[in-house]
């Protein structure tokens, strides 16, 4: 005898075996204890929820002979027997994605005409009605609205959203959940036991959460996972590779290097996922739900139901909640979601991945308010741990600074690159000349005490020029040591690379325009120290510096 699958080789058969559809379920038992059974029912919900086993009820109850006191049918008498071995004419099953056309309707409508050879009523199941043709919808109208009253219409399709408003007002329509986790692993374990398979309860409640409310797939799942380890105990491990899924710790990891922004670490992962033979898209899936994991626990300190993970887990996600805020955890789930729509029929997944993951840890290349909100949550975390690096000692690829330029604290003045001076700066620098010379040699001090600090606006030059009428100290100052000298301590106070020449009053006259008047100056703070206005009335300078 050739195998059957758990799916079908456990099909419900009666009422009370339909697991997670208890409002279906009760209100269509108390139509049959109280004979008001409808003549069109409409079953609509996701693959895998019981619609086409609920119908197969349904039809034997309401033929069976000796239904039971509930309204199950009892499967022992001849008509149940005939439906369940599915040489019934009373019930006729029809697949709506192959049997569309006007023609196939009129079919139906030609047979109801006669009454059923056995039983009571003639039961037409049609599934994935949606599927129909606009004309085969017109043609079931008529029929639909007033049949025999011999004759029942079960309608179950999984995109009730196609069903036209005309063919759902002439329908009981029943609505079918998604099953719990919690049903689907205790339905699971029940059949485990009756098989004789020995299986760990982390690896059942696994399976059940993959199945994502179907307990069909549910069962396939498992059947796969039974046939690869046949004869051995079913563990979590072993569950894990057969659907090619990894453990909660690997998604932990990832996203604390992309938190990190460390698109290389990232990247690192993924590779050893695949090389380990890991399917990417289902990677993705189980990232996001970890992702929306997460993001429930920032929201909510009440959800270990919700969340359907062990203490362990839960431990480590509200320490995880702790490192990002909502609006990144949002970034990365709308990043990763409009992945996995991408990844389905890409052909180079791995790359899609890889860039997926760069984006993660790179906001600057998003442009959106959620992009430019994580680069300041990155910015600030830099801020709270000291550490300043320079744009230059990043590394291209990891996006991490190189052990060799990590520095804590301040950035050394010796290894800043310094900025050319805007005529701007040079307004700054002015402002604080009298402090400026103060920290100079004192030879060099002597001949700066006079100098008179003048820019060139006009031109957006960056050079400083010194008038001094002496011109020993302009020789002085323009000698490339001194220079230097004086350009380190400028660059020292103000980080700005300054040009510095030393001319004489009225040499190049149209480099020195009009001056920045004192008392503007005598209001401003310029990094923190004080203008001091120049007492020396001896100052050699124009009467409006």
């Not at 797939?217 to 996972?225: R, T, V």
């Not at 702790?322 to 729509?341: E, F, P, Q, V």
């Not at 700066?425 to 002015?430: E, H, Q, S, T």
Request: aromatic letters at 6%; proline letters at 3%; a negative charge.
């Amino acid at each position: 005898m050739s195998y059957t699958a758990l799916y079908r080789k456990f099909r419900p058969t009666t009422f009370a075996e339909v697991k997670g559809q208890d409002h279906i379920v009760t209100t269509l038992k108390n139509q049959l204890k109280a004979g008001r059974i409808g003549h069109a029912y409409l079953f609509c919900g996701t693959r895998g929820t019981g619609k086409t086993t609920v119908a197969k009820i349904l039809a034997r109850a309401v033929n069976c002979e000796s239904p039971l006191e509930d309204g199950s049918p009892c499967n022992t008498c001849a008509v149940c027997r005939d439906i369940l071995k599915g040489t019934s004419n009373n019930v006729i099953e029809i697949d709506a994605a192959s049997n569309n056309g006007v023609d196939n309707i009129r079919e139906i409508r030609e047979e109801v005409q006669y009454r059923p050879t056995q039983g009571k009523y003639k039961v037409y199941i049609i599934d994935e009605v949606h599927m129909l043709s606009t004309g085969a919808f017109n043609a079931l109208l008529k029929t639909l609205e007033e049949p025999p009253e011999y004759v029942i219409f079960i309608l179950a399709t999984t995109e009730v959203n196609k069903i036209p408003v005309t063919i759902l007002s002439r329908c009981q329509r029943y609505n079918f959940h998604r099953i719990t986790i919690d049903t689907i692993a205790a339905r699971l374990q029940e059949l485990l036991d009756r098989e004789g398979v020995e299986a760990e309860e982390k690896a059942v409640r696994y399976i059940a959460k993959a199945a994502d409310g179907s307990l069909r797939d549910a069962l396939s799942l498992l059947d796969q996972c039974i046939a690869f380890y046949l004869g051995e105990k079913l563990t979590y491990e072993k569950v894990l590779d057969v659907l090619g899924t990894v453990d909660t710790d690997v998604f932990s990891r990832l996203l604390r290097r992309v938190i990190d922004g460390d698109a290389s670490g990232a990247i690192h992962i993924l590779n050893e996922m695949v090389q380990s033979g890991k399917e990417i898209g289902q990677l993705v899936t189980d990232f996001i739900w970890y992702l929306r994991n997460l993001m429930l626990v920032q929201n909510s300190d009440d959800l270990e139901d919700v969340l359907d993970v062990s203490s362990e887990n839960l431990k480590q996600l509200k320490e995880e909640s702790t490192m990002i805020d909502s609006n990144g955890l949002m970034r990365y789930i709308r990043i990763l979601s409009d992945l996995s729509g991408q990844i389905r029929f890409a052909t180079q997944k791995q790359i899609l991945a890889e860039t997926a993951l760069i984006r993660l840890c790179r906001p600057q290349m998003d442009t959106d308010m959620s992009g430019v909100l994580d680069r300041i949550r990155q910015l600030e975390k830099k801020l709270e741990e000291g550490t300043f690096v320079r744009a230059s000692s990043v590394d291209a690829v990891s996006g991490k600074p190189r052990e060799d330029s990590r520095e804590t604290g301040r950035v050394r003045e010796e290894s800043a690159v310094p900025v050319k001076a805007a005529p701007e700066d040079l307004k700054n620098i002015r402002a604080q000349w009298k402090k400026i010379t103060g920290m100079t040699d004192e030879p060099l001090h002597a001949y700066l005490d006079r100098a008179v600090p003048k820019y060139d606006s006009a031109s957006g030059s960056n050079i400083l020029y010194l008038s001094m009428e002496d011109e020993i100290s302009r020789e002085q100052v323009n000698d490339p040591s001194h220079r230097e000298e004086l350009k380190a301590v400028i660059r020292k106070q103000t980080g700005k690379d300054v040009e510095i020449e030393a001319i004489a009053p009225d040499a190049g006259g149209e480099k020195v325009l009009t001056d920045i008047p004192v008392h503007d100056l005598l209001k401003e703070e310029i990094q923190g120290v004080p203008i001091e206005e120049d007492d020396d009335d001896d100052t050699e300078e124009p009467d409006d510096f």
